[in-house]
């Protein structure tokens, strides 16, 4: 995105990537429907980004959904906003929009040097390598946008952190963000249910809950509301210890709960009447046991209770490399208002390598196009 401003800017721009080809991160997103941004009115979609969101701000107003959308149908990909606010691309997929894209940078002039890694500077040349051969090149403008550390083997595998704490920039840790948990399960259980889902349950830590589909994994459990707490679990973890309070019936008080499982016919065992009464599917009342791993309670109100409230301890989230995205990264104390690095003026970072972090839902390709926007149009002005 830097470089289409760049380039429409008059400037003769280099895309230097060390994989054989641009954009797989972004072709990944696209394989599960490419979720390009949100629909949400900007107040709202700015405190998706936590406290980074004053940093993102301007950037975010000055290129939002609407432009990012318009820039999508611009490249012959129009959007639709889907039941959840969520915008993608009529296609879905991520490919008619890259090869589109792709083709309007060369006819800018673009060039594009692949198999090519960034080595960081020499004094003032900046150092790339290709098949083993280093060149010096010195642009008027670099945009780093290397992105995070999650699925490094499509690419952005993190290498640059080392290299910019060498620079003496300030880099947070990179941390797995929008992630699964891990949970130690039996292996009985494991085996049975990993891939079956929890169907339309309410997760809840620190204070914010999120309601969806959980899926159990074969060591653990990941989905929509798993993504979106990740923050507050892998905090919670770092302190010590994360308890997730599942609730099971999130549409009913817990009186309700209660009433209805008075319905319990004298014969029937504990399975049938969470299954009749409550509608819960046989994989949720096998977590259920698996989770509890004692007796369920027999009294309507005791079991109500818990059915409102399953404490789920989670021993950690998963690694970086099959997270969704990244949390941490080059300090936001480290970059101006555009994004300029203070210490190598002419240098920007944009997207997932600064530290910042958003749930899914689009939110971290908006904001990673909106500073790569920001960055270039002050580039042009410098
Ligand atoms: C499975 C999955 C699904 C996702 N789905 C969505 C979604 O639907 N919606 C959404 O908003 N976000 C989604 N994301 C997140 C989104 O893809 C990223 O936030 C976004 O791609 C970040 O863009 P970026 O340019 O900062 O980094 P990247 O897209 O990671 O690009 C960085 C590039 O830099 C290259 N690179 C790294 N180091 C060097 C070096 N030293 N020299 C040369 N090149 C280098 C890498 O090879 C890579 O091509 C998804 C992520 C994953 C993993």
Redesign the pocket.
Known sequence: MAAEVLAQGGCAVTV????PS?????L??GR????LTHSEAIDMMLARYGNQAGRLESALRAFDGDALRAWSAGLGEPTYVGTSGRVFPHSLRATPLLRAWLHRLSTLGVVFETR???LGWDDDAVVLEHAGQRKMVRPDVTVL????A??PRV???G??VPILRNAGVVVNDLRPANCGVEIEWSADFANLFAGQPLKNVALSISGLSVRGDAMITSSGMEGGPVYSLSAPIRDAVDRGMAVLAVDLQPDLEVDRVADRLRRRRPKDSMSSTLKRTMGLSATTIAWLREVVAAPLPTTPDELAALLKEVPLSVQGVVPIDRA??SAGGVSMDEVDESFMLRRKPGTYVV???LDWEAP?G?????A?FATAVAAAQAALLA
């Open positions: 230097v990537e060390h994989m641009v954009g797989r991160k972004f990944l997103a599960s429907g490419l979720n090519t890694r960034w946008s290397l992105g995070g999650s699925w690419g952005s595998d290498g640059w969704i995205s997207g997932e390598m899914t689009g939110f971290l390709l908006q990673t």
